[in-house]
């Protein structure tokens, strides 16, 4: 089978929690679903190694008819001589039976259920694998499938658009790097079957081009496109979300100035880590919490340069440049925090990376000895739930407030925050981020930190 860039990337991730999110029917969410079971179950994988049979899947449906329709995708997929010789199949039960299971010469079986039943009704199994065709009804029982796979190190996998049922939980653990989030929006470029030039067509021929996607989005009202089309996870706010940000230098109430502050403050790092397309995005913030109120001054007064695809080095470099341009020491900064790894395979990246790189550049002998370390910002306090809206939020008060400024250099920042539209995707997002981790310690704790350390502005 040829497969679609959505689907290519899917089947050849490893992750043993991955979730592939895209908006209805375009791309064949459930079809490489059912697929990468069906490889699972014969131990043969086109793009990877698989545990040998036999082994146990679950299938998970939203409801029982879904089911059916499901069992119909395993049937046509599944290689006909690959089945239990008693296997039985009907158009209209499926595969028949309260207990559905597709069964494999090999002693392999895949098991179809649904997450309507109640969580105590999955307890007791192990299993190898198990796969959410849409999202599952609650938490509950994606705890308790997750349970079921644990003594094996086995593999959850997801197949959904963030409709119909609460999805925050999930974009939680997403965002929190536990499942590996695999996302594509409805856009043409996605609809072109990896290693050719041929594009996906509808049952009556329809070719699935630009054309094609600008008329379905001109169907659907605009409101819902973002979830419904594109699978974003909530519905996207129309213009830019930091309205109250003032670029324009030498006019009264800017956010842009030369200005910094004189005296011991704070010195905090932030970066976003970049991947194979996209470079690393870091910023170096002042904060002067010397008035003792709850909303202290916030100054970003540096930013790592976008240059393209780095390596682990070049972005140590880029980091320590904006010390250096500062006459700052490592040792003066109060805390460094860095995304959850960025990228896959060879050109993944992440803390680790930098610190190696950073205590190499510094004559540390390895990154635990460096002093700061760098904190992973989606973890522990203040990294669960609704932390980048609240995040997103504490800044656009900041500037309301009028104690949040940003010196000319960093034009980057500037124009992410003058076209950031909330979409998660969004090119201009990368250096807020950064600059959310670094201020994660002023935004969730709500008010200044005992001093760990200052620096002396100079």
Not at 84 to 110: C, E, T, W
Not at 142 to 149: G, H, I, M, P, T
Not at 222 to 230: F, G, L
Request: hydrophobic fraction near 35%; aromatic fraction near 8%; include cysteine.
């Amino acid at each position: 089978m040829r497969w679609l860039p959505p689907q290519h990337e899917f089947m050849s991730s490893s992750s043993r929690r991955r979730l592939l999110r895209l908006g209805n029917q375009w791309g064949g969410k459930t079809t490489v679903g059912c697929a990468e079971v069906i490889y699972h179950c014969l131990g043969k994988h086109p793009f990877k190694n698989v545990p040998p049979p036999p082994v146990e899947w679950w299938l998970l449906c939203a409801s029982h008819k879904q089911s059916v329709n499901i069992q119909a995708k395993l049937w046509d997929l599944v290689p006909k001589d690959a089945v239990h010789p008693d296997q039985r199949y009907d158009p209209v039960k499926g595969f028949g039976g309260h207990h559905p299971a597709l069964r494999f010469a090999n002693g392999s079986i895949i098991r179809i259920k649904t997450t309507q039943q109640d969580a105590l009704d999955l307890a007791g199994a192990t299993i190898d694998g198990a796969l959410f065709d849409e999202p599952p009804y609650s938490e509950r029982i994606f705890n308790e499938v997750a349970k079921r796979v644990q003594r094996t190190g086995g593999t959850i996998l997801l197949t959904l658009t963030p409709i119909n049922r609460p999805t925050d939980w999930l974009r939680e653990r997403c965002e929190s790097g536990e499942i590996e989030d695999i996302h594509y929006t409805f856009d043409a470029r996605h609809m072109v079957f990896v290693g050719t030039r041929r594009r996906i067509r509808l049952e009556d021929g329809t070719i699935c081009d630009a054309e094609w996607v600008e008329r379905e989005n001109t169907l659907t009202p605009a409101h819902e496109r973002p979830i419904v089309n594109d699978g974003e996870w909530e519905t996207r706010v129309e213009g830019r979300i930091f309205s109250a940000f003032i670029s324009v230098e030498n006019v009264e109430g800017t956010h842009v100035t030369e200005r910094v502050p004189k005296g011991e403050v704070k010195a905090y790092v932030g970066v976003d880590h970049g991947t194979a397309d996209r470079n690393q995005a870091g910023v170096l913030v002042l904060v002067d919490d010397r008035a003792g109120d709850r909303f202290p001054f916030v100054y970003v007064i540096d930013e790592t340069p976008p240059t393209g695809p780095t390596t682990s080095e070049q972005d140590a470099a880029s980091v320590l440049g904006m010390l250096q341009r500062w006459q700052l020491e490592w040792s003066e900064l109060e805390r460094v925090f860095g995304d959850i790894p960025a990228g896959r395979g060879v050109a993944r990246k992440g803390n680790r990376d930098l610190g190696d790189e950073v205590a190499r550049a510094l004559g540390v002998r390895n990154r635990k000895e460096l002093k700061p370390g760098i904190w992973t910002a989606k973890m522990g306090r203040g990294a669960g739930r609704g932390s980048v809206s609240i995040g997103e939020r504490w800044l656009h008060q900041q500037m309301v407030r009028g104690r949040f400024f940003v010196h000319p250099r960093c034009v980057h920042l500037i124009e992410c925050f003058e076209k950031y539209d909330g979409k998660r995707d969004s090119e201009f997002k990368h250096y807020i981020d950064a600059l959310r981790y670094a201020l994660k310690d002023t935004i969730m704790l709500g008010g200044p930190r005992p001093r760990i350390a200052a620096v002396h502005v100079r």
